[in-house]
Nanobody, 120 residues
Framework: VQLQASGGGLVQAGDSLRLSCTAS????????MAWFRQAPGKERDFVAG???????GYADSKKGRFSIFRDNAKNTVYLQMNSLKPEDTAVYYC???????????????WGQGTQVTVSS
């Protein structure tokens, strides 16, 4: 299983960014997908997740600014991030598992991470 995350970069506060994560080596439509993020010196935290049926969930602080969606035909999950803030700066990781969860410990498959830096 390989998860390839991309789309990170350096942006200014208030900007938008869309992350992508393309999966291979698994039946993508059978997997829940999620985004986590990890800032320097902090734990890896749940950002958003989407079930195989398209149901989504978000960390409370991300509701309204972030949106997760998937394209099963492209084996890709996306994270649309709007109104970015400096505190959103982190490495963003995508992850996959059979059943939906927001628990970082339950995910066995991880992408390599993509850096998002938001300047003030």
């Amino acid at each position: 299983v390989q998860l390839q995350a991309s789309g990170g970069g350096l942006v200014q506060a208030g900007d938008s960014l869309r992350l992508s994560c393309t999966a291979s080596g698994l039946t993508f439509s059978s997997y829940a997908m999620a985004w986590f993020r990890q800032a320097p010196g902090k734990e890896r935290d749940f950002v958003a997740g989407i079930s195989r049926n398209g149901g989504s969930g978000y960390a409370d602080s991300k509701k309204g600014r972030f949106s997760i969606f998937r394209d099963n035909a492209k084996n890709t999950v996306y994270l649309q991030m709007n109104s970015l803030k400096p505190e959103d700066t982190a490495v963003y990781y995508c992850a996959a598992r059979v059943g939906y969860s927001s628990d970082v410990e339950r995910y066995a498959f991880w992408g390599q991470g993509t850096q998002v830096t938001v300047s003030s």
